[in-house]
Antibody, heavy 120, light 109 residues
């Protein structure tokens, strides 16, 4: 049974780079059946899709974040990662990794989420 | 960009009552591209409905979805205590390819 796991909560200083990795267990990240994605939720607010990636490396980014965003996949480690540069307090959020089944239009498996706080 | 609007913002109901949640899109979308999620405090969202009306695996039949074009509805026929949560609609489309509505909170009256 597939599971997704993000790291524990973290603290990032303003203007620095936020880096997160999601580990996939119970299945292969190289499966042609899935895309992988990141979604975030500021405290007390709604959900924002950040971006998604296919095992081949094809990426899809939210235009509002694209200039600061890199999503990558490491098939040897069964992981995919997010890097967001030049962070501000507005990037403080719970970050979720999630599975997007290919040929479908939703996320049907989510990690538990990790809180990233941007503060000096 | 397609904007999703959800109403009401908060719905105060008692267990056993019927809940009707609305999701409106700023332009017409395919029903295939509309999903609903439930989120409880401290938890990740859980997929409830996809394709506007198909229940996800393990979702009780008291949850149903309907609608087309720009207007979509999530109905909970008889609220159970575990149904008090925040509900989000989500659409797939052009850039950005996924957007979420602001959510409707269903709380206990």
């Amino acid at each position: 049974q597939l599971q997704l796991q993000e790291p524990g909560p973290g603290l990032v200083k303003p203007s620095e780079t936020l880096s997160l990795t999601c580990t996939v267990s119970g299945g292969s990240i190289s499966s042609s059946t899935y895309y992988w994605g990141w979604i975030r939720q500021p405290p007390g607010k709604g959900l924002e899709w950040i971006g998604s990636i296919y095992y081949s490396g094809s990426t899809y980014y939210n235009p509002s974040l694209e200039s600061r965003l890199t999503i990558s996949v490491d098939t040897s480690k069964n992981q995919f990662s997010l890097k967001l540069t030049s962070v501000t307090a507005a990037d403080t959020a719970v970050y979720y990794c999630a599975l997007w089944p290919r040929g479908n239009w939703y996320f049907d498996l989510w990690g538990r989420g990790t809180l990233v706080t941007v503060s000096s | 960009e397609i904007v999703l609007t959800q109403s009401p913002g908060t719905l105060s109901l008692s267990p056993g009552e019927r809940a009707t949640l609305s999701c409106r899109a700023s332009q017409s979308i395919s029903s295939s591209y509309l999903a609903w999620y439930q989120q409880k405090p401290g938890q990740a969202p859980r997929l409830l409905i996809y394709g506007a009306s198909s229940r996800a695996t393990g979702i009780p039949d008291r949850f149903s979805g309907s609608g087309s074009g720009t207007d979509f509805t999530l109905t909970i026929s008889r609220l159970e205590h575990e149904d008090f949560a925040i509900y989000y609609c989500q659409q797939y489309g052009s850039s950005p390819i996924f957007t979420f509505g602001p959510g409707t909170k269903v709380d206990i009256k």
